[in-house]
């Protein structure tokens, strides 16, 4: 369950994640997809608050993002695989015992690769775009470094200036 405090970062975060997505967005017509640099929220607050609000920002933040912009086709794969991509993250970086710089990383590259992947299987399986799914796949990986090219020197700038008491 989680804690008030939870509950306001995961809102916080939620929208941040939804802002950061909506603030650059480049249209991929293979996939009727978009790259953005939302997943740099994601990771920040994966990784500054912990799994639940990783998840909840990341799942409902993006989907948000995907509706307002009228991508609503993709908010339910998106709720579910951004949201992964958060629990995963700050799962691995919470329960390696915050071990740093080198935790943050390893949670980066897993929660970055269920996001990778959970959108090429969704593309290609699912919503049967075939080939189109190959063509979003290098638009992903970027957009995967760019959240932990920013998502981690944010995050351990966050820490620095701010308690967090029982990360979730």
């Known amino acids: 369950m989680m804690r008030a405090g939870g509950l306001a970062a995961s809102s916080i975060m ?5 802002v950061a997505t909506i603030f650059i967005v480049v ?33 409902i933040g993006s989907s948000l993002a ?8 993709f908010a339910p794969y998106t709720l579910i695989i951004k949201g992964l991509e ?18 943050m990383l390893l949670a980066w590259l897993a929660g ?3 996001m990778v992947t959970g959108y090429f299987m969704v593309e290609y399986s699912i919503l049967g775009y075939g080939a189109g799914a190959f063509v ?14 920013v998502g981690i020197p944010v995050s351990m700038a966050l820490k620095r200036r701010i308690r967090i008491y029982g990360a979730t």
């Open 14 to 18: 939620a929208a941040l994640v939804c």
């Open 27 to 59: 249209p991929i017509p293979a996939t009727q997809g978009y790259f953005n640099v939302g997943d740099a929220m994601v990771m920040v607050a994966a990784l500054t608050f912990g799994p639940l609000v990783g998840a909840a920002a990341g799942g």
């Open 66 to 73: 995907d509706i307002i912009m009228g991508y609503s086709y």
């Open 86 to 103: 958060g629990l995963l993250a700050g799962w691995i970086y919470y329960r390696g015992k915050k071990g740093g710089p080198l935790m």
């Open 112 to 114: 970055g690769a269920v």
């Open 136 to 149: 979003e796949l290098p638009f992903n990986m970027v957009q995967m470094a760019v959240a932990g090219i």
